[in-house]
């Protein structure tokens, strides 16, 4: 149990296009979603938590308006990268909280995000 | 906020040798530690976990322990193989009453397990 997907698994896009990353819990309902971001050899940055319904609250430093997130049921969250630019290559991983739970989350496969 | 410190950040050890990661968290009201491994190219998973009720639990090959009094806990490893060689990264959190439920991470340890 406690499944997290993520599509794509990986995606090369131009500079300036918008992608978009999904998340879903497969096996269970996600009360709260959350968004990291790791690049080579590094840990993992929390960029935003976001619960079901509800605006997503970003970390400081992470720009709302070019990561947009939008977390429409307990079991899908997608993150939108909006105008890309090759800073923002990196591997994008989500992880999903069960509702009552302490605070288990279960981490996704990650998108791995190539900006040309 | 709080803050986890990870020690070492490179683990090589023999097939069969037993494993120990470090870890440091700096705020006393973190109730719940994990630990997760990461192999290449892929998502961390959550191996083993931790409340601050307990000083030890013990699953399989592997165990965690945790000093409240001195806020660090440790990951072990028995018998390591080398299916075992991956990043390990710890965390701590504040549980569902605080910090809004976010996990601080450990810079992560490379462990591999050489034949």
């Known amino acids: 149990g406690a499944v997290v997907s993520q599509h794509p698994s990986w995606v090369i896009c131009k500079s300036g296009t918008s992608v978009k990353i999904e998340c879903r819990s497969l096996d269970f309902q996600a009360t709260t979603m959350f968004w990291y971001r790791q690049f080579p050899k590094q840990s993992l940055m929390l960029m935003a938590t976001s619960n079901e319904g509800s605006k997503a609250t970003y970390e400081q430093g992470v720009e709302k308006d070019k990561f947009l997130i939008n977390h429409a049921s307990l079991t899908l969250s997608t993150l939108t990268v909006t105008s890309a630019h090759p800073e923002d290559s990196s591997f994008y991983i989500c992880?999903?909280?069960?509702?009552?739970?302490?605070?288990?989350?279960?981490f996704g496969p990650g998108t791995r995000l190539t900006v040309l | 906020g709080e803050n986890v410190e990870q020690h070492p950040s490179t683990l090589s050890v023999q097939e069969g040798d037993s494993a120990v990661i470090k870890c440091t968290y700096s705020?006393?009201?973190?109730?719940?530690f994990p630990w997760y491994k990461q192999e290449l190219g892929k998502g961390p998973q959550l191996i083993i976990d931790?409340?601050?009720?307990?000083g030890e639990k013990k699953d399989q090959r592997i165990a965690v322990t945790l000093n409240k009094t001195a806020k660090h806990f440790s990951l072990h490893i028995t018998e390591t193989q080398p299916e075992d060689s991956a990043v390990y990264f710890c965390a701590a959190s504040m549980g569902i009453t605080g910090g809004g439920n976010k996990l601080t991470f450990g810079t992560g340890t490379q462990l591999k397990v050489e034949l």
């Open positions: 931790i409340r601050s009720n307990v």
């Open positions: 705020d006393s009201a973190s109730n719940y």
């Open positions: 992880s999903g909280k069960r509702g009552g739970s302490y605070n288990e989350q279960f």
